[in-house]
C-alpha cells in the first residue's frame, strides 16, 4: 500500500515516529494477552507506580493498576479463549475523547492486549496525565524494542487527510467522543473488512434502594463513590448519573442523609467555577417549561441542584446537565423506567441495592443498559464496556477443523 | 404603581430606601403581570416554588438568566401586539436572544432612555456622528445590538452623519463638512468602543501625522459594547480618554452598560468614572456559589432589573457579566443610586466528560 508520508509531518508523536507509521501494514498481528506484552505493561505500571508527580493524579494512578501484572492475568484468566485460536485483528486506530485525560490509555491498552498494533489519537490539549503515561511508554519500550511499532501515541488537530491516512490502514477504527466525532470520522473510509467500535453519547443513572442505603454504616465511603461517579469528571462522563431514582421505603430520610453527606464532599474537593451556577439555574428553567412536575428542591447553594420529577418522560434526558445537576425521581415499580432505559443512549446503571432487580427490565427488551455497577463503580474500565465486548471485537477467531 | 408614576421621578434622585420601596412595588406587579400573561414564565416560578406573595423586597424576585432568551420565545403579549422583536447580537451560528416587545413597552423604553441620557447631554436635540456604518441598520426587521443602539441614541440626533462607510473607512470629506456646518455647537458622538478606538481614533491619528486635524472639543461621546476587545489591545479607560483627547479635542466621554434584554434602562457612566443605576433599574451582585447578594466591594455575578418590561417577562436577568458595586448614593457626581463597575464576561465553563466539545452548548 502506498502511504502519503507527506500527511505525518502534520503529526507530532509522542510515541513512535512516522516511519513506523509506514511500515504498519507490514506488521504482525500478536495473540491476545501475549506473553511480551503483558511484561511491557507491567513494566509501565512499575514506571507510574515509581514516578512520585504520579501520585498527585488518581486518574493515572488506576490506570497504572489496571495494567500491573496480576490485575492482567485476572483478565487473562476470564477472557482468554481456550478452545479457539484467535489473534489480534491487525492495527486498531483509536480516537480518544478530547477532554478526559486518562481514556487513550485503556482503549491502546486493550488494543494490545488483545493482539493489535496501536495508532491513538491523544486529546489536544496538554495534559499532564498523557505526557507522563507516554513518558513511561518510551522508558518501557527502551527494554522492549519489538514492541515499538505496537504503539504510537499521535496527536495533531482535526484533520481529515490524516484521519483517511490512518483509517485506510485501520483493521479496527475505535472512536471515543460522542456522536460528532463519530460522524466526523465516518467520512473517512475504511477497508471492506475493516470493523467499528463506536462509543456514541450516552447517559447514565443511578437507583438507591432507601431500605439499602439505610443500613450501610458507612455513609461517608457511599459519599465518596457517588463523588467519584459523578463529580470527578463534572458529572458528565457518559457514565455519570443524571438523574437518582429512589426505591423502598424510607426515601425522604435516606435522601436526606445521602445528599448532607454528599454536599459536605463537594463543598471540600470540587472546584466551583460561577458559569456552572447559571448554566444550572438555566437548565432548571428550560426544563420547568418542557416538562410537567418539575420542582426544585430547596438548596442553600448552587453546588448541588436537585430537580424532582413527578412522572419520568421520555424527554427528561433531553434537558440533562452537568456539574452538579440532578433529576431525583421516586419510584414504587421498577418497570417505571422503561421509558428512560428503552433509549440508546441509556447506558450505565450505579446501584446501591439489590442488583436482580434490574433483570425483569432489562429482560423487557429494553434498547438501552449496557452495564449494571454498584455506585463507586461506574468509571471502572473494563474489556467488556459500553455494550461491546472488546476481546470479540478486537480479535478475529481462525477456524481449524 | 404604573410605569408613568416613575417615569416622571428624576433619574438619580432617589436614596436608597426610597428606590427600594419604589423597585419593591413596581416589580413585584410586573413579576405578578408576567405570571399571569406568559405561560412558561409561570411554570418556572411554579418550579422554584416562588410565591409572590412573600417577596418583601424586589430583591426576593427570582432573575432568569439571561440565555433562556435564546433557548425559548417568552412574551406576556400575544403575536398580533408585538411590534419590534429585538435580537442580540451573536456570532455566526450561535443562538439570538428574541425579545418581543409591544408598542407600551418599545415607547417606555425610549421615554427612559431620554430621561436618562438628557442627565449626562442636558435636554434638546443636537448633531450627531455615529461612528458605525450605515449598513448596520438597514435591516429593519430584525435589530442588532449594535442596530439597536444606534437606533435608540439616534433620537438625541438632529441631522445625523455617519462616521464610517460600509467598508468601516472614515468618511473624511463628509465628516469635515459636517463639523463646519455645526461649528461652535454642541455635537453628540456615538459608537461601539471597540469600532470607535479601531476604525475612528486610529484613523485620526494618522490623518493627523498626515497634517488632517479635527476639533471635537464641543463633542459628547457615548460609547458602549465592552472593553473586551480593547483590552486585548492593552488599551485602558484612561489612556482611551487621554488619547481621543489628544487626536482631537474631545473630553466629554461617557461609557455605558446596557444589554438588549433591557433596552432603555441603561447605566451611564459618570465624570468619575462610575456606572451609575437610575430610579428605573437596578444591579444586584450576586454570589455565584449560592445567589446570596454581594457586599459593597465584593466583586460577583451582575443581575439587572427593570421597571419597563411588560411585555415580555425579562424585568429581572441574571446576566454572565461579573460586577462590582463600588457604593449607594455617594458619588462625588453627586447622583444617588448605586454606582458600578464591570470586570468583563464569566468565564466559559473547562467541563470534563466523554462527548467532546466541538462549540459553545448554547
Not at chain 2, 13 to 28: I, M
Not at chain 2, 283 to 304: L, S
Amino acid at each position: 500500500m502506498q502511504l502519503n508520508s507527506k500527511v505525518l509531518d502534520k503529526v507530532t508523536f509522542l510515541t513512535g515516529s512516522a516511519d513506523d507509521v509506514m511500515n504498519l501494514p507490514e506488521i504482525r498481528a500478536l495473540s491476545p494477552f501475549d506473553d511480551n506484552v503483558m511484561v511491557f505493561l507491567n513494566d509501565v505500571s512499575r514506571e507510574l507506580m515509581g514516578n512520585k508527580e504520579v501520585k498527585a493524579y488518581p486518574d493515572v494512578v488506576t490506570f497504572a493498576f489496571w495494567i500491573r501484572k496480576g490485575s492482567l492475568l485476572k483478565l487473562k484468566e476470564r477472557f482468554k479463549d481456550k478452545d479457539q485460536m484467535r489473534l489480534g485483528k491487525g492495527i486498531a486506530f483509536h480516537i480518544a475523547p478530547s477532554n478526559v485525560p486518562v481514556n487513550f490509555a485503556y482503549s491502546l491498552a486493550a488494543g494490545l492486549i488483545l493482539g493489535n498494533a496501536n495508532v491513538v489519537r491523544v486529546p489536544s490539549r496538554d495534559f499532564a496525565q498523557v505526557k507522563m503515561i507516554t513518558d513511561a511508554f518510551n522508558k518501557a519500550l527502551e527494554q522492549h524494542e519489538s514492541l515499538k511499532s505496537y504503539l504510537l501515541c499521535v496527536r495533531y488537530e482535526r484533520d481529515s487527510e490524516i484521519n483517511d491516512l490512518f483509517c485506510a490502514i485501520s483493521d479496527m477504527r475505535i472512536v471515543w467522543g460522542g456522536d460528532q466525532t463519530i460522524s466526523e470520522l465516518r467520512k473517512s473510509p475504511l477497508p471492506p473488512r475493516s470493523g467499528e467500535i463506536t462509543f456514541a453519547d450516552r447517559y447514565s443513572l443511578a437507583v438507591i434502594d432507601s431500605d439499602s442505603y439505610m443500613t450501610i454504616e458507612d455513609k461517608a465511603r457511599v459519599a465518596e463513590d457517588f463523588y467519584n461517579d459523578t463529580f470527578l469528571t463534572d458529572q458528565n462522563a457518559c457514565t455519570s448519573p443524571r438523574i437518582v431514582v429512589w426505591t423502598g421505603k424510607q426515601i425522604n430520610e435516606a435522601k436526606k442523609i445521602f445528599w448532607s453527606e454528599e454536599h459536605k464532599l463537594v463543598e471540600k474537593k470540587y472546584t466551583f467555577q460561577p458559569i456552572q451556577a447559571v448554566n444550572k439555574l438555566t437548565q432548571v428553567y428550560i426544563a420547568s417549561t418542557a416538562m410537567n412536575g418539575v420542582k426544585v428542591e430547596n438548596h442553600e447553594d448552587n453546588l448541588i441542584v436537585r430537580i424532582s420529577v413527578s412522572e419520568i418522560n421520555e424527554n427528561l434526558m433531553d434537558y440533562r446537565d452537568n456539574s452538579g445537576y440532578f433529576y431525583e425521581y421516586d419510584c414504587k415499580d421498577i418497570m417505571e423506567l422503561i421509558s428512560l432505559c428503552n433509549d440508546k443512549r441509556c447506558q450505565t446503571i450505579g446501584y446501591i441495592g439489590d442488583r436482580n432487580m434490574f433483570v425483569p427490565l432489562i429482560l423487557s427488551g429494553v434498547k438501552g443498559i449496557d452495564r449494571v455497577v454498584p455506585v463507586g463503580k461506574t468509571m471502572d474500565f473494563d474489556l467488556i464496556w459500553d455494550g461491546y465486548n472488546l476481546p470479540a471485537m478486537l480479535t478475529r477467531t481462525v477456524a481449524m477443523v | 404603581m404604573t410605569f408613568e408614576d416613575i417615569i416622571s421621578i428624576s433619574p438619580y434622585s432617589l436614596d436608597r430606601e426610597d428606590k427600594e420601596s419604589l423597585l419593591t412595588s413596581r416589580l413585584k406587579e410586573l413579576t405578578k403581570l408576567h405570571m399571569d400573561s406568559c405561560h412558561e414564565y409561570r411554570r418556572m416560578m411554579d418550579a422554584v416554588g416562588f410565591d409572590v406573595e412573600h417577596v418583601k423586597s424586589y430583591k426576593d424576585i427570582p432573575f432568569l438568566p439571561v440565555r433562556l432568551f435564546k433557548e425559548l420565545d417568552l412574551k406576556s403579549v400575544s403575536q398580533e401586539d408585538v411590534v419590534k422583536t429585538m435580537t442580540s447580537s451573536g456570532t455566526t451560528g450561535q443562538a439570538v436572544s428574541k425579545i418581543y416587545l409591544d408598542r407600551n413597552t418599545s415607547a417606555n423604553q425610549q421615554k427612559t432612555m431620554v430621561k436618562i441620557v438628557s442627565e449626562f447631554t442636558g435636554a434638546g436635540r443636537m448633531p450627531m456622528i455615529i461612528i458605525d456604518c450605515p449598513s448596520v441598520i438597514k435591516n429593519r426587521a430584525m435589530f442588532s445590538a449594535r442596530g439597536a443602539g444606534i437606533l435608540g441614541f439616534s433620537m438625541f440626533g438632529t441631522k445625523k452623519v455617519y462616521a464610517l462607510d460600509d467598508d468601516m473607512k472614515l468618511d473624511v470629506e463628509g465628516l469635515k463638512e459636517f463639523l463646519e456646518k455645526y461649528q461652535g455647537q454642541k455635537i453628540l458622538l456615538f459608537g461601539f468602543t471597540f469600532m470607535i478606538w479601531q476604525h475612528f481614533y486610529k484613523e485620526l491619528v494618522r490623518l493627523k501625522d498626515a497634517g488632517v486635524t479635527f476639533d471635537l472639543s464641543d463633542g459628547i461621546l457615548i460609547h458602549g459594547g465592552g472593553w473586551k476587545k480593547l483590552i486585548s489591545e492593552a488599551v485602558s479607560r484612561d489612556e482611551f480618554h487621554a488619547r481621543l483627547k489628544e487626536v482631537c479635542g474631545l473630553e466629554h466621554i461617557h461609557d455605558y452598560y446596557g444589554m438588549v434584554e433591557q433596552t432603555g434602562c441603561i447605566y451611564m457612566e459618570c465624570e468619575c468614572g462610575h456606572l451609575h443605576a437610575s430610579v428605573f433599574s437596578d444591579v444586584i451582585i450576586r454570589r455565584a456559589i449560592d445567589f446570596k447578594e454581594c457586599e459593597i466591594g465584593e466583586p460577583g455575578i451582575i443581575q439587572v432589573v427593570s421597571t419597563i418590561p411588560e411585555s415580555y417577562p425579562g424585568h429581572s436577568l441574571l446576566t454572565e457579566d461579573e460586577g462590582v458595586i463600588l457604593g449607594v448614593d455617594d458619588c462625588p457626581c453627586g447622583r444617588k443610586g448605586k454606582y458600578f463597575k464591570i470586570n468583563g464576561r464569566l468565564k466559559n465553563a473547562e467541563i470534563r466528560g466523554c462527548s467532546d466539545t466541538y462549540a459553545a452548548k448554547f
